[in-house]
């Protein structure tokens, strides 16, 4: 996969780009990052890129044009390389991200990830350049770079190579959870050692009975899911409950 950023800092991106998962996945060519200093796209002298807002009001809006120039440059620059490509734009205003959507822009050959800066950027961006508009949270962030770090990680994990072993990421929470797609946290997990200052762990993990282990995790991954987050079950997790209460 490749994935482009367009971005007036592009430094915040060294630490977090060049360390872990990320690192290697860049090293081991599952993915390439490149981080694109979205002024060279200016057409200004001294390569400014905001401007006032029409109708008045506070702060600086990002201008459109460089963002149009640079997707246009890299989607040029792509061309010939005929790959799926989605360009998104880091807004509050945009689609939730979660494990789904990260499922689904993992899928793509090539994404390009833009980010505001300021008051947010000229609506005609979001309108006629981009086909997707992401959001990490209902809140304000100052830049769309942190989201933009946070979405690359989310994808990058996903992708085929990038995780030492390929099962991580399948029974992670919001995953596969009851084992028919439906998002569930995960179960607990401990190590050693097995008992720490008198809390133990629970003995069916020290069984050494691998079909007891999957349904005693099975059983928690919904019971946590519904101490913590209710409104991720759905009416038939809890058919199903009732059935692994049959099992165990
Ligand atoms: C200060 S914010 C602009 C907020 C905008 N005035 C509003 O009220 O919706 C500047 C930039 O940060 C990014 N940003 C802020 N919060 C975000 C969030 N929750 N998700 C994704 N991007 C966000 C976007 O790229 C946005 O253009």
Redesign the pocket.
């Known amino acids: 996969m490749r994935i482009d950023v367009l971005t007036i800092f592009p430094k915040m991106f060294d630490a977090v780009m060049g360390e872990s998962i990320i690192k290697r996945a860049k090293e081991n060519k599952v993915v390439e990052i490149n981080i694109v200093d979205l002024r060279l796209f200016s057409k200004d002298k001294h390569r400014k890129v905001d401007d006032k807002p029409f109708g008045g009001g506070p702060g600086m809006l990002m201008s459109a044009e460089p963002f149009f120039e640079a997707v246009n440059y890299i989607r040029r620059e792509t061309k010939d390389l005929r790959l799926k490509t989605r360009v998104a734009l880091?807004?509050?205003?945009?689609r939730r991200f979660n494990q789904a959507f990260a499922l689904k822009l993992s899928r793509y050959e090539h994404i390009v990830l833009l980010?505001?800066?300021?008051?947010?950027?000229d609506e005609r961006v979001a309108r006629h350049l981009v086909d997707d508009e992401?959001?990490?949270?209902d809140?304000?962030?100052?830049?769309?770079e942190l989201?933009a770090m946070v979405i690359i990680d989310g994808i990058v994990r996903l992708l085929p190579g990038a995780l030492g072993d390929e099962n991580s990421c399948k029974d992670e929470s919001f995953s596969a959870g009851d084992g028919r797609g439906r998002p569930l946290l995960e179960y607990p997990h401990y190590t050693r050692p097995a008992d720490y200052r008198g809390m133990k762990v629970p003995d069916v993990l020290l069984s050494g009975d691998h079909e007891k282990i999957k349904q005693w995790r099975k059983k928690e991954a919904v019971k946590i899911t519904r101490k913590k987050r209710p409104d991720l079950l759905k009416e038939d997790t809890w058919t199903l409950l009732e059935s692994w209460k049959k099992i165990s």
Do not use: D, N, Q, R
């Not at 880091?90 to 945009?94: A, D, E, I, M, R």
């Not at 992401?134 to 949270?137: L, N, V």
């Not at 809140?139 to 769309?144: A, H, K, N, Q, S």
């Open positions: 880091l807004s509050p205003k945009g980010c505001g800066h300021y008051e947010g950027i992401i959001s990490i949270g809140f304000v962030l100052t830049g769309g989201p």
